[in-house]
């Protein structure tokens, strides 16, 4: 058996840093083969991957099952969509803008929250979720329940945002950047000390760390990436929706997360990038592809009940020597 | 006697309509071995719940080193040096013997950049494991560090709880039935530990294995149904009529 901290392994990185290269090129080899509509999906992907990430942080590191993750994702695209609407285009003012609006909700729910546990927590943060997706489809001059939609794609100095293969590359850099950001996290000290709450909140306590602050902030840091999600997402479709705060999309990202790997750092990347692929692949050949869905879902719990990021570790572990 | 570490004050705490702890007040004084003794369901771990700061008493003071603690949370206690362990062991069970230490060694470090740091790796600070390592050989369990925790025998178990304590280095160590399941040959050897401890620091000692604790303790508290019967040395303790009718009857 293994110990329960997460631990940088160069393969893995090497691994992460040779996928990224590929998806890099995927653009230009999706224009060679005249595949020019799957770059715009694939963008999409990316974006679910780097929502999914940062709850996995919150849920894998943090051991906090947030069932509101929603909250952030949507507030980060009406942030940018509002933005617009009042003339600010700018990705440099509305995109930290979105961070900057999903860390302040964070800071408020999560400081509320996470005086519960387990299943309480579970509730209050759906609660606060759905109390931010009523109060988005009430509000007429955010066009209710149809969203609000955006004029064009945010400006992003010299880039053309509305070039669909430079916003995925946007998109990529972005989860890029978000996942070195959480390989350092985890691996340092605070990313150990969190690790360690999950593994044993009353000790810790005994052992002198201020175990909410820790969480509180944890929470926080993967709002904040969710909150740069939403604003990719607000772009992509230039929509904000009401159904990006919904509780099924908090259901959604959670399923992905599960999938993929709690607690694996490319866990939520990996769990987005199989339920998008799957969905898209199997919508093709059937209009039940819900059920067939749910299939896949059952074959994967079973096979690998720590997801699929811990099973291709597990597969990895077994070439690697044992320290 | 020298001046007091610890001084519990008057201190109350109710269940619902159960007292279980009815205005105790006692000090332990720095340096000494203090045993808190008393039978099942007297209060004692009650009260080591509002020490440490798990609880908060409905009524009375901690006074920890001059310093009203009584309305501070648990981790801030540690950080001014009292430290506890469990009676039912609290460790990190899927964590290394290695990564458990480091962590309470780690937590002493008090400066708000020290836990929060979020860049350089862990397993690079030669200084903390070394440290962690120099603890655990300490109690015995040097060579071992890659071990899980929760694999560990019962006895071993009982021996990390308490390094977990120690390696916060506080001037207080509450331990809680630092002995509780353990065999003859263990209790023995958690027996040598404390008295070898107990030349660095002041300890708070709820044990119920009576030959330990009149082996160990320079002064005794004995509680019985939530109150304090007497505070005194072991002899005086041995010798009280009440104690001998509640507690020490019903021993032998």
């Known amino acids: ?323 | 006697m020298s001046e007091s570490l610890l001084v519990i004050d008057g201190v109350s705490r109710h269940f619902g309509g159960v007292t279980a702890l009815a205005e105790v007040s006692f000090s332990v004084a720095a340096g000494e071995v203090h045993a808190l003794i008393g039978p099942n369901g007297a209060g004692k771990t009650t009260l080591i719940h509002q020490i440490s700061g798990a609880q908060r008493p409905d009524a009375g003071r901690i006074v920890f080193s001059g310093e009203d603690l009584t309305a501070l949370p648990m981790h801030t206690r540690v950080q001014r040096g009292m430290a506890r362990s469990w009676q039912i062991t609290n460790v990190f069970n899927r964590l290394t013997l290695l990564d458990n230490v480091v962590l309470a060694v780690k937590g002493r470090q008090r400066d708000w950049g020290s836990g929060f740091r979020f860049w350089q790796p862990v397993d690079d600070e030669q200084a903390l494991i070394d440290e962690a390592r120099g603890w655990l050989a300490e109690v015995g369990l040097g060579g071992r560090e890659r071990t899980l925790a929760g694999s560990l025998a019962h006895g071993e178990q009982r021996q990390l709880e308490v390094v977990l304590a120690l390696a916060t280095k506080p001037k207080l160590l509450l331990l809680d039935e630092p002995m509780a399941g353990t065999g003859p040959e263990e209790s023995e050897r958690m027996v040598a530990l404390i008295g070898k401890l107990a030349r660095h620091v002041t300890i708070l000692l709820v044990e119920h294995d009576m030959d330990a604790v009149f082996r160990l303790a320079d002064r005794i508290s004995v509680l019985v149904g939530g109150r304090l019967v007497c505070t005194g040395l072991p002899d005086e303790v041995r010798a009280h009529p009440e104690v001998r009718r509640a507690y020490l009857g019903e021993a032998a």
């Not at chain 1, 400006?155 to 916003?167: A, M, R, S, Y």
């Not at chain 1, 890029?176 to 605070?190: E, M, N, S, V």
């Not at chain 1, 479709?237 to 992905?256: F, K």
């Open chain 1, 1 to 323: 058996m293994n110990s329960a901290i997460y631990r940088q392994s160069t393969r893995r990185r090497l691994l992460a840093a040779g996928v990224f290269t590929l998806l890099a090129l995927l653009p230009p080899a999706l224009q060679a083969f005249g595949q020019e509509f799957y770059i715009s999906f694939a963008a999409r992907v990316l974006i679910f991957a780097l929502v999914a990430t940062s709850l996995n942080f919150v849920v894998g590191f943090g051991g906090m099952v947030a069932f509101g993750h929603a909250a952030f994702f949507g507030a980060g695209a009406y942030t940018v969509a509002v933005l617009m609407e009042m003339g600010i285009a700018s990705a440099f003012v509305s995109w930290p803008a979105a961070i900057a609006v999903a860390v302040l909700l964070a800071h408020g729910i999560g400081f509320v929250s996470l005086r519960t546990r387990g299943v309480y927590f579970i509730m209050i943060t759906l609660a606060f979720a759905q109390m931010l997706y009523y109060l988005a489809i009430s509000m007429k001059t955010w066009g209710g329940d149809d969203g609000l939609s955006l004029a064009t794609r945010s400006g992003f100095g010299p880039l053309d945002l509305k070039h669909d293969p430079t916003f995925y590359w946007v998109a990529l850099a972005s989860l890029g950047l978000c996942l070195y950001l959480l390989d350092r996290i985890t691996h340092a000290r605070f990313g150990r000390v969190l690790q360690a709450i999950r593994e044993n909140e009353s000790r810790m306590e005994g052992l002198g760390y201020p175990v909410l602050g820790y969480k509180l902030l944890c929470f926080v840091i993967g709002a904040a990436m969710a909150g740069l999600a939403g604003a990719l997402i607000a772009n992509h479709g230039q929509l904000a929706s009401p159904n990006l705060l919904q509780w099924t999309q908090s259901g959604t990202l959670l399923v992905m997360v599960i999938v993929g790997g709690v607690g694996a750092l490319y866990g939520g990347a990996v769990g987005a990038v199989v339920l998008l692929l799957a969905e898209e692949v199997l919508a093709h050949y059937t209009t039940h592809w819900h059920a067939a869905l749910g299939l896949i879902l059952l074959l994967v719990v079973f096979r690998a009940p720590k997801g699929i990021a811990a099973w291709v570790h597990g597969l990895f572990a077994r070439g690697e020597k044992h320290e």
